[in-house]
């Protein structure tokens, strides 16, 4: 019981730390396509970007939810 | 006005663009020097399904698959960065050209840009360099531009129809000369009035001084 714990708890830790390193990251290349980019194409890239972003997110919480909770 | 028009209604304005100048052409380089980054990043992110074709047993018997199945989307969130990652160097690597000068912005990595330009009157000599099969096929190469200052070169690398480019920047020339003789026309006209009527005291400004 307590290994399963720890296991559920090491994975919520990893999975924290891989989101909030990815979304920084994330936030990095939306800044400088929308700031630096000229024209209508970065913008429409960072549009993409975004909404892949979320929608992989979404799916990678899913799987460690199965995890964790 | 609608949600999404900054998509679509934004025109190719840049930082440090001067209200009189016009765009003439806005290049990136081609397309095909972005494949050999992107087409690795693909074939990493379909590795997982080898690996399941091959060890799928394994992974389903031990219990594995949801821990195989969480190690994969972590896998394709850091691919998707990667993928971004390397289109973003390549969408703010580009050159302006206007009629005024041409500028080029390099994205070296994050927070790290080098912005070099060089005055449209400094050009002396365009050239063209088209090397190798993918190159001659897909109609890239280096356009080389040399200015007054013999050291130095201004290169548009592994640009899209580079004799199109040489043809604009010629172009540009031919305008930014026009401009010049047409400003230059009143002031040569006006000293020679000034000469033939006033005294010989007056001082004239010469060209230079003219286009400060």
New interface residues.
Partial sequence: MDQIQGIQTYAGIVYLFIMFVFWLAAFVILYHLIRFGVGNEPKKVSAIFLGGSILISIITTLFFAQIIF | MKLFD???Q??????GKKDNENVAL?VHRHSFTLLDKVIPLILFGLAPLVIFVVFGQFIVGNGMM??F??LW??L???L??LL??S??LY??D?W?ITDQRIIN?E?VG?FD?EISEVSIYMIQDVSVKIEGLMATTLDYGTVEVQTAAKEYHFLFEEVPNPQKIKDTIVNMIGVAEQRRETKTAPIMSAASETESSVSENVIVPNQDEAFM
């Fill in positions: 900054f998509l679509t934004t025109s190719y304005s840049f930082e806005f949801i821990i199945l969480c989307s972590v394709i969130l850091f998707w960065y971004f990652y289109i973003t969408m703010l580009y302006i912005s994205l994050f840009r």
